[in-house]
RNA sequence: GGGGGAGUCGCAUAGUGGCAAUUGCAACAGACUGUAAAUCUGUCCUCGGAUGAGUUCGGUGGUUCGAGUCCACCUUCCCCCA
C-alpha cells in the first residue's frame, strides 16, 4: 500500500494525497461510507460507486462475523466478491462494539467475550481471532483490535484501556504478519491511538503506533461523549507525533463542520454512521445547511432537494415530496436521503481537496464552517 | 310502532364511585458521530413553564364527602323485529 503527498497547505496542517491499494487509488482526504453489514445501509452499490463517487467504504468485523458468517464470506471470495462492490474496503475491528455493546460483553486480558446482540449465543474475540476474521473478509485495510476508550473514563481507567490496547496492537501486529492474504490481493493492517481526553496518554499512545511502522494510523476515541474542543485538541496532538508520510484515519467522525476541522488538523480519512443514520431519519446536510425534511415548513417547498447536490436524487425530487415519503413512511424517503447525504460528504472532501491544491484552503473552510452548521 | 346497544381530549380505544382520564394511530418537535437504529425521546384540553391553577368524558338535572362511572329526563347514532 502506497501513500503519496500531493499538496500541503500552507496555512494549515491540511493536506491532499493519494493511498494505491489492489482495489484502486483513493483520492484524501477522503470520506468513507460506512455499511456494517456489508450494505450502505439504504444504497446499491451502483450508486455508491457511480453517484456518491465512493472510493472506499467500511465492514464491520463483528456484525459480519455474526451473519452471515465467514462460512459464506469466504465461500464468496472474500467481501468484495460478495457484495459486489470492487473499489477498496475497510473493516473495523469490532474495537466498537466492545464500547457500544455495554452489558453483553466481558473484557479480558485475553480478548473480549460477546454476547450476539442477535441470538445471544457467546463468542471470544482476541486479537489474533479478529486478524483471521479480517483475513477472511478480505479488507484492503484492517483495523487493529482495540478498545474504544469512553470520552468520559477516568484517568486511571483511560491508562489501562490504552495499555490493554497497545499489547493487543502486539498481538494484532504478530499475528497479521504470520498470516497471508486470502483472495490474492494486499492488505494492510492500521493500529488505532488511544488515551481518552488526557493529553500525555494521547501522546504516549500516538508515538507507540507510529513505532509500529504501519502503512496507515488511526484516532480512535474521540466523538464519544468528550467537548468537540477537546476533540480537535486531541487531533491536534496526536498528528504532531504520527508519521505525516502515511495516511492519518480519525475513526467514526462526523460531522460535515468535524470533516473540515478534522482536514484542517492533518487528517485524511473519515467515517460516520451519520450521513446515513440521520438519512434514513429524516435528516439531510447540504453546503446551505441542515435540513430536517419532517418539518412541517417543508411541506410545501418544491424547490429541489439540494440544487448544488451532485447526485441524481438532489434534482429529481423536491423537498416537499420527500417530506412526504418521510411522513408517509415510505422506503424511498431513506434512501433518498442517504444517497444525497453521502453524496454531500463525498463533495465536500472532494473540494477540500480541490481547495488544498489550488492553496486556498483556509479561505474556503471559513465559507463553509458556518453554513454547514446552520440549521435551515 | 316494539326491542336492544352506544355517544370519552383529531380518529380509534380503555375506564363500572377517588381521574386531567388508558392504549394505538395521526399531528408537532427533538436526538442521532469506527450502526444492537427504516431507530429512540418529548409534547399532544387551556393557562408561555410548573410537584401549580382552571375547565372536561352528548345535554340538563339529581344521588354522593366525591360522578366519565349510579338515577331521571332530553338528544344523536347503530342493530334487530314489525
Request: some cysteine; hydrophobic content about 40%.
Amino acid at each position: 500500500m502506497q501513500f503519496s503527498l500531493t499538496a500541503n497547505d500552507s496555512k494549515s496542517a491540511a493536506r491532499a494525497g493519494l493511498l494505491e491499494t489492489d482495489h484502486g487509488s483513493i483520492e484524501t482526504p477522503i470520506f468513507m461510507p460506512v455499511g456494517t453489514v456489508g450494505s450502505v445501509k439504504a444504497c446499491h452499490i451502483r450508486d455508491v460507486h457511480d453517484e456518491v463517487k465512493a472510493q472506499i467504504i467500511l465492514g464491520n468485523t463483528y456484525h459480519l462475523y455474526l451473519r452471515p458468517g465467514l462460512e459464506v464470506l469466504e465461500a464468496a471470495g472474500g467481501l468484495h466478491r460478495f457484495n459486489g462492490w470492487d473499489r477498496a474496503i475497510l473493516t473495523d475491528s469490532g474495537g466498537f462494539q466492545v464500547f457500544s455493546l455495554t452489558g453483553i460483553r466481558k473484557m479480558k486480558e485475553e480478548g473480549v467475550e460477546f454476547q450476539s446482540h442477535i441470538d445471544g449465543s457467546r463468542h471470544l474475540f482476541t486479537p489474533e481471532r479478529v486478524m483471521d476474521i479480517e483475513r477472511s473478509i478480505g479488507a484492503d485495510i484492517m483495523m487493529a483490535f482495540d478498545e474504544c476508550t469512553p470520552g468520559t473514563s477516568d484517568y486511571h481507567y483511560a491508562k489501562q484501556s490504552m495499555e490493554r490496547t497497545h499489547r493487543w496492537l502486539d498481538r494484532c501486529v504478530k499475528r497479521f504478519s504470520e498470516t497471508e492474504p486470502k483472495y490474492g490481493y494486499r492488505q494492510a493492517l492500521f493500529p488505532i491511538v488511544q488515551g481518552c481526553v488526557y493529553r500525555d496518554l494521547r501522546m504516549q499512545s500516538a508515538e507507540y503506533i507510529a513505532s509500529k511502522g504501519a502503512d496507515g494510523n488511526a484516532i480512535g476515541g474521540l466523538a464519544v461523549g468528550e467537548p468537540t474542543e477537546t476533540m480537535y485538541e486531541m487531533i491536534e496532538l496526536v498528528n504532531t507525533i504520527l508519521p505525516k508520510d502515511k495516511p492519518r484515519y480519525l475513526m467514526g467522525v462526523g460531522t460535515p463542520a468535524n470533516l473540515l476541522e478534522g482536514i484542517s488538523r492533518g487528517v485524511d480519512m473519515f467515517d460516520c454512521v451519520m450521513p446515513t443514520r440521520n438519512g434514513r431519519n429524516g435528516m439531510i446536510f447540504t453546503s446551505e445547511g441542515i435540513i430536517n425534511l419532517r418539518n412541517e415548513k417543508w411541506k410545501d417547498d418544491f424547490s429541489p432537494v439540494d440544487p448544488d447536490g451532485g447526485t441524481f436524487v438532489d434534482v429529481q425530487y423536491s423537498k416537499a415530496y420527500l417530506r412526504h415519503l418521510f411522513i408517509a413512511g415510505e422506503i424511498l424517503g431513506p434512501m433518498i436521503a442517504s444517497l444525497h447525504n453521502l453524496g454531500f460528504y463525498l463533495w465536500l472532501v472532494r473540494e477540500a481537496r480541490r481547495h488544498i491544491i489550488a492553496g486556498d484552503f483556509a479561505i474556503w473552510r471559513d465559507a463553509m464552517l458556518p453554513k454547514v452548521s446552520r440549521r435551515l
